[in-house]
Structure formats: structure tokens, C-alpha cells
């Protein structure tokens, strides 16, 4: 079988699979972490509070985890800094969809699409 999706750093509880990480209703998102010089090392920062456990932890997933959740259009460039970014990547518990044509707008937009997944699963 191959590894896990995730494992909480504090505990050992395992989520096989993208789906339970996201379903679960212990995990939940606190923001983005962008990072502005290569949009692959932005992460998404979840809490992991099961009720049970004393864990409470925090855990960051790559954003390129869950990037095929994305169907709309590819930016190429990161626009944090110029005049078309809003700064919305500058707080990571900022949960507001951009609207700049950059890459991490593109991340900020799979985020809201897992914190909808989440809601419909709660």
C-alpha cells in the first residue's frame, strides 16, 4: 500500500487518502501560505482538533496536492507586489478570492473550493 496522504506531526494520526484529510471533520483550514518567489512551495495550513485528543496541531499540505481541484485558467507570473495584487497572500488567514491573473490567485481559488467541499461535507 502506498504511504499516507498526510501525517499529523504531533500525533501520528494518518489520512490515507486526500478525501478523508479534507472530510474529516477534525481538520480544518486556517489559510494559504504563499510563497512569493516559487508557487510550488505555497502551502495550505489546516488544525488538526479531534475531539478526543489533546493534538490541536497545525499542518501545512503543498498546494500542488491538491492543484487538480483547479479547471479554470492557468497564470503563468505572480503579481504579488505590483499594482494588480490586492494583497490577499500577505495574511495567511486571509480567505478572500482574488481576482489578479496569478498563480497564487489560483491557489487562493482551489482553497475556497476546499473550505466549499468541507462545508458540504459538515
Known amino acids: 500500500m502506498a504511504g499516507a496522504f498526510k501525517v499529523c506531526p504531533k500525533c501520528g494520526y494518518e489520512w490515507r487518502t486526500r478525501d478523508e484529510f479534507v472530510n474529516d471533520p477534525a481538520i480544518s483550514v486556517i489559510g494559504f501560505m504563499a510563497d512569493f518567489k516559487d508557487f510550488n512551495k505555497g502551502a495550505y495550513l489546516f488544525n ?10 497545525t499542518l501545512a499540505v503543498y498546494v500542488s496536492s491538491f492543484l487538480d481541484l483547479y479547471d479554470g485558467p492557468a497564470h503563468a507570473d505572480l503579481k504579488a507586489g505590483s499594482d494588480e495584487c490586492p494583497g490577499h497572500c500577505a495574511s495567511v488567514e ?6 489578479a491573473h496569478c498563480r497564487n490567485a ?3 481559488e482551489v482553497m475556497l473550493r476546499i473550505i466549499d ?6
Open 106 to 108: 489560483v491557489a487562493r
Open 48 to 57: 488538526h482538533i479531534p475531539v478526543h485528543t489533546a493534538c490541536n496541531s
Open 117 to 122: 467541499q468541507k462545508g458540504k461535507n459538515a
Open 94 to 99: 486571509d480567505l478572500e478570492r482574488c481576482t
